[in-house]
């Protein structure tokens, strides 16, 4: 069971392909058209939406801190809540590249837009494994 991001890492150090690891980083939002009681709940830290802000992928190796994933995405000025982590399995002893991620990447961000996250793993600004059921 993975309950951290260290956990993560020391998952794909484990694994028989070389991995590449997918980053989706999203903020909680409310709608618009919210009601008073969606906005109430959402003040409690439940609902809303999340929407993707960044968008990353990276080798295990290159992200091996939670920390400096968190600081690097500070430099992009956007603020997020969680973010959504996949891994992709290499072939043959070589790891997937950034070209080949795109797809999955773009396949994830609409995944999550359309609220099917049950597929990845969600992470808080600390790097725990949350449960957004």
Not at 14 to 30: D, G, K
Not at 111 to 125: E, V
Request: net charge negative; with cysteine.
């Amino acid at each position: 069971m993975i309950s951290s991001y260290s956990d993560l890492i020391k998952a794909t150090e484990s694994e028989q392909e070389p991995q590449r690891l997918l980053f989706v980083f999203c903020r909680a939002e409310l709608p618009d058209d919210a009601s008073a009681e969606e906005k109430a709940a959402f003040e409690r830290g439940e609902g809303g939406a999340l929407t993707p802000v960044i968008c990353v992928d990276k080798a295990p190796q290159e992200a091996s801190e939670f920390s400096a994933l968190v600081e690097e995405s500070r430099t992009t000025g956007q603020s997020w809540d969680v973010v959504f982590v996949a891994a992709m399995s290499g072939r043959g002893g070589t790891p997937p590249s950034s070209d080949e991620a795109q797809q999955p990447m773009t396949m994830m961000v609409e995944s999550i837009r359309m609220g099917h996250i049950s597929n990845y793993l969600p992470l808080d600004t600390e790097g725990n494994a949350v449960n957004l059921g």
